[in-house]
């Protein structure tokens, strides 16, 4: 189920075919969708434990040292799927298994071209938390207009803050551990994750293209149409 938390506005009405826009908190105009990243380990890296019991995938210590990013784009290139819109449905696919999906994401087909050019080294996106490669282009975002605080607040509505010139390893891993909302101290920017997606919603009150300007963040654009589910609407990607 996807959530806004409870200090702004909940989504209403049809996620496939009204406007994302339009739901947004009042003051905020422009939103993107931030995919996650695959996570690629080195050949002859050996995991000390695993960051989740019920299969093996490496601690963020260890995705912070050696881990590097490889973008949708290059999986969809691999895999020779037609768009990143497909490429989306195809990691939604795999990572439901099919069973609670909506019928645009009901593409085991998709999900399995994925899954056979994925190398042994090469790891999902977990779902429900931001991904630790990203929060250095995601503390760029958020001090682009002079902030020094992050703010945050998870599901079960802790709050707090964190010094964004000495975020610290073990704040970081904190933030990156559970459904969680990122601020900066203005609110001008705002970085949110849902249950059972691999993406982030980021909106603003300005221009999103301008704000993710410099950073390696992948995803793509909503306009004044876009409703959440968007893969079978137009749209265009951060960076384009």
């Given at each position: 189920m996807?959530?806004?938390?409870?200090?702004?506005?909940?989504?209403?009405?049809?996620?496939?075919?009204?406007?994302?826009?339009?739901?947004?908190?009042?003051?905020?105009?422009?939103?993107?969708?931030?995919?996650?990243?695959?996570?690629?380990?080195?050949?002859?890296?050996?995991p000390?434990?695993?960051?989740?019991?019920?299969?093996?995938?490496?601690?963020?210590?260890?995705?912070?040292?050696?881990?590097t990013?490889?973008?949708?784009?290059?999986?969809?290139?691999?895999?020779?799927?037609?768009?990143?819109?497909?490429?989306?449905?195809?990691?939604?696919?795999?990572?439901t298994?099919?069973?609670?999906?909506r019928?645009?994401?009901?593409?085991?087909?998709?999900?399995?071209?994925?899954?056979?050019?994925?190398?042994?080294?090469?790891?999902?996106?977990?779902?429900?938390e931001?991904?630790?490669?990203l929060?250095?282009?995601?503390?760029?975002?958020?001090?682009?207009k002079?902030?020094?605080?992050?703010?945050?607040?998870?599901?079960?509505?802790?709050?707090?803050?964190?010094?964004?010139?000495?975020?610290?390893?073990?704040?970081?891993?904190?933030?990156?551990?559970?459904?969680?909302?990122?601020?900066?101290?203005r609110?001008?920017?705002?970085?949110?994750?849902?249950f059972?997606?691999?993406?982030?919603?980021f909106?603003?009150?300005?221009?999103?293209?301008?704000?993710?300007?410099?950073?390696?963040l992948?995803?793509?654009?909503f306009?004044?149409?876009?409703?959440?589910?968007?893969?079978?609407?137009?749209?265009?990607?951060?960076?384009?």
């Amino acid at each position: 189920m996807k959530f806004f938390y409870p200090f702004f506005a909940p989504l209403i009405g049809d996620e496939e075919k009204d406007s994302l826009l339009a739901t947004l908190p009042k003051g905020y105009t422009s939103a993107a969708k931030i995919f996650y990243p695959f996570v690629k380990m080195p050949k002859d890296w050996k995991p000390r434990k695993s960051a989740i019991p019920h299969r093996y995938y490496p601690v963020k210590e260890d995705i912070l040292k050696f881990g590097t990013i490889l973008t949708w784009e290059e999986i969809r290139r691999k895999s020779g799927l037609k768009s990143i819109a497909e490429m989306s449905i195809a990691v939604t696919a795999a990572i439901t298994g099919g069973e609670i999906c909506r019928d645009v994401y009901c593409r085991p087909e998709l999900a399995n071209a994925i899954d056979q050019v994925l190398g042994e080294h090469v790891y999902f996106p977990l779902e429900d938390e931001l991904p630790i490669l990203l929060m250095d282009d995601i503390l760029k975002v958020l001090r682009s207009k002079g902030a020094e605080t992050l703010q945050y607040v998870n599901l079960y509505g802790e709050e707090g803050s964190f010094s964004i010139k000495n975020f610290r390893l073990d704040e970081m891993i904190k933030l990156c551990s559970e459904p969680i909302l990122l601020t900066d101290e203005r609110e001008e920017f705002v970085f949110t994750c849902y249950f059972d997606e691999v993406s982030a919603l980021f909106f603003t009150k300005g221009n999103c293209a301008d704000a993710l300007k410099g950073t390696q963040l992948e995803g793509i654009l909503f306009d004044e149409e876009t409703p959440l589910i968007w893969e079978k609407h137009d749209y265009q990607n951060i960076h384009s």
